[in-house]
């Protein structure tokens, strides 16, 4: 496994040119949730893409933890999709999202290494089942996560900026997961990359009440 940043290989994958970097995340308001959140879409085929949305509340403050909603959107036929609060693979909080039949699932992961993530318990993912489902064209995971804006890195503690720009990954398998266990075996991905996520647009003043009324 080898989730960490490959912006070469998808520019020659997807046959763009490489530009400099700024934040390639846009402001965009879930009417289902009543979330805004920023989102970037994440290509991992040609012409196909996953939804990476990030919802903060409106008084996060720079160098302290907080809350953050996650939401993912992807293909009915994508077997899961990961998510790198810290821009890559290894010690930093990850989310493995996937439908089970009609649940909606997220793990909460960590890895040490380029090999399978393990099971994490310093972060915790509850899903908001309003603002999550499964049709018969996309699946959509909402969660609110603890733990996941700070953690302890191999330099010392690391806290999201939530004023500002941050960098964040992702990682693709078509390959479905065999259970809805938040401990199941997950397999090697096919595509990764990383993107600038601006977290300052994703501010809601009402968050808590959102929180609640999407549980």
Same mark, same amino acid.
């Given at each position: &496994? ?58 996060? *403050? ?26 890559? &693979? ?25 090999? &399978? ?13 309003? *603002? ?36 964040? *990954? ?25 993107? &600038? ?19």
């Amino acid at each position: &496994m080898h989730w960490k940043s490959s912006f070469a290989y998808a520019v020659a994958l997807l046959g763009l040119a490489p530009t400099t970097e700024a934040a390639n995340s846009v402001v965009f308001r879930d009417a289902q949730s009543g979330f805004t959140f920023t989102s970037f879409d994440a290509a991992f085929q040609i012409g196909r893409y996953l939804s990476y949305r990030v919802a903060i509340p409106a008084n996060a *403050a720079p160098g302290q933890p907080y809350d953050a909603v996650l939401q993912v959107v992807a293909p009915i036929d994508v077997g899961w999709a990961g998510f790198a609060w810290g821009g890559g &693979m290894t010690r930093n909080p990850l989310a493995v999202n996937w439908a089970s039949g009609s649940t909606p699932v997220v793990s909460p992961r960590w890895a040490t290494s380029h090999s &399978m993530p393990s099971t994490y318990s310093g972060a915790t993912y509850q899903i908001l089942s309003r *603002a999550s489902g499964v049709n018969g064209t996309h699946w959509k995971v909402t969660s609110l996560c603890r733990g996941c804006t700070s953690w302890a890195g191999s330099s010392g503690t690391v806290v999201l900026n939530p004023t500002g720009e941050t960098r964040f *990954a992702f990682a693709y398998s078509r390959v479905k997961p065999s259970g809805s266990s938040p401990d199941t075996s997950i397999t090697v991905h096919s595509v990764t990359n990383s993107w &600038m996520h601006d977290l300052n647009g994703a501010k809601n003043a009402n968050f808590d009440e959102l929180v609640e009324q999407n549980r």
